[in-house]
């Protein structure tokens, strides 16, 4: 063997050790990285896998559906399709992720804000993100067919309203979550939400979805049932928006109910919103004055007043009062009346308004009298209706009065309170003195042993004093500063006020800009309906309530009456008071039944009342007595 074959067989086992040592380093390198992929790491890279491949999302359930008293549907959930975004968790870069949603911005219509939403959702990590919500079938399929990286299509419920605005104050709406967001959607979202559901999705390598599975199935929500009646609902919003229009008002506010029952048969707020198209453009569409805006009652204010007199048996109904000068002394200033009144009976002061006469009466009721039956007729608490956000109002304590107080609370001044609570204050005196809770929902939702907690029935004031006020309200609807508010065929009751509104900015009350109101009820002999309208800032000449309000009540109820089947009476509205002699055999057999709340026997009571007389009336509830009475005006 010569020099150069073992030169070269010397070179070739250097060459083939070098060789097996690459060779073990790269073996050990790979088993390094097998146990660090298979062991350290197994755990962190199985669910990044996981989060790449399938994701598990939440299945949204149908929303019970919302209808009226009819079982009328006024929201219901129909099926639609949602756009997801499933984007890499690694490997690619941010402006890579977001590549796929810019491609679908211009066809999706997607805003700045709901790009931002996205870019922080890929941030923070999320697997699934919601692209758009609500889309039709054809939009979904025009973007499955661009076959995007990460981009897929989903059916969902979709909230839908298919009597759009009306009573968007009453129903609410849904945000993209399927939220509830005001109005009955928020009050009673627990109930109509139903169970959340598990839904395994699997991706392809493009992450797009190519199987899914149910891993627990949702469960519908429960639907409900409203005492509301879409018909009236309709009447109200229709009215109340011809008024706001014809008198340039900047808003409006109606509400009807069944004063036996305490259903509230309407809600109207004008303007209002379409909760299809939620949020509205406006967050003062959605703002539910009827329950939430606090005003100063003025002269609606007067019946407490009057009940305050009348249940402590202060005055007697042909007690005169002299208002003659048109103006009272207050505190050094003096508070007028709109026009010179001479002596005024009792109920002519409220049948004509007289702030004098009623500050008369008011002094002599004194503070504590007056504050007690404000307080029994709950101002200053909240009705307990089932709508979110209800104001409570303010009622301010006696310690806190000062000496102008007793003047301007008894006319409805120094006492913030909603419309809704004017309007329970009526329906206690159609209701004989007795407060029925009001509520915007049946019982039991529209399904048997689901009850809601109801409030107990509350005598607020004796049948009597309930009567005697209310043939004072029907003279303000025959003779006084409501007559606007007769309706051809029936009798009703009611009383308007006009408030001056309050200047911050002055620091003192405006003589330009006013609220004008109505409240009444109708047919006084058997009530079927109570209403409030009220209309802030009316630009018109006219801006009394009995000018601008007052018509929308009659027009309201005789469109109501109407549909309810409650025919006009052929013969001419008599008062209670002319009907006393005719129907004297029917007052005593109504007498002997009389429900007196107090426990006594009927000959006390006979021994209170007056001499001029009373008919006792039916209001389906209980039997009160009634007589003449009047009405008034700010």
Known sequence: MNIATVQYQKKIRQRTKILALGLAVWTLGILVR????????????????????????????????????????????????????????????????????????????????????????IQNGVAHIPVKRKLDQEVADRIKNLRLNGISAREEAM?????????????????????GCGGAEYKFNSVLSGKKGKKLILLDVMRREYHDEILEASIRGTDIVLTLDENIQYIAETELSRAVRDHGASWGTAIITNPQSGDVLALANCPTFDPNAYPPKSAEDEFNRAIRHLYDPGSTFKIVTAAAALENRLVSMNETFDCSKGFIESAGAPIRDHKNFGLLKFPEVFIHSSNVGTIQIGRRVGRDDLYKTIKAFRFGEKTGIELPAEAAGLVRPLDKWTKRSIDSVSIGYETLVTPLQVLQAINILANGGIRIPLHITKSNLGLPGRELPTAPLEQVLSPRTAGEIVSILEKVVLEGTGREALVKGYSAAGKT?????????????????????????????????SIIVVLNEPKTDEYYGGQVAAPVFREIARRALRYLEFHPRTEPVRTISQSIHESQSSYNNSWENAPWMDGRERSDRWKETPSQGFLPRVTGRTIIAANTGGEDET
């Open 159 to 179: 909230r839908f309203y298919p009597k759009g605005s009306l009573a968007a104050h009453i129903l609410g709406s849904v945000d993209a979550d399927n939220k």
């Open 497 to 529: 006020g006009t408030t001056q509104i309050y200047d911050p900015a002055q620091k003192r009350f405006s003589s330009t800009r006013h609220i004008a109101s109505f409240v009444g009820f109708t047919p006084v002999e058997n009530p079927q309906i």
């Open 34 to 121: 097998l146990v660090h992929l298979q062991v350290i790491s197994h755990a962190q890279l199985s669910r990044q896998v996981l989060r790449q491949n399938q994701a598990r999302i939440d299945i949204i359930p149908e929303r019970g559906a919302i209808y009226d008293r009819n079982k009328v549907i006024l929201a219901q959930s129909i099926p639609s399709q949602t756009i997801y975004y499933s984007p890499a968790m690694a490997g690619e870069r941010f402006d890579e992720q977001m590549a796929p949603i810019l491609q679908l911005q211009p066809v999706l219509g997607l805003g700045s804000r709901d790009i931002e939403r996205i870019q922080t959702a």
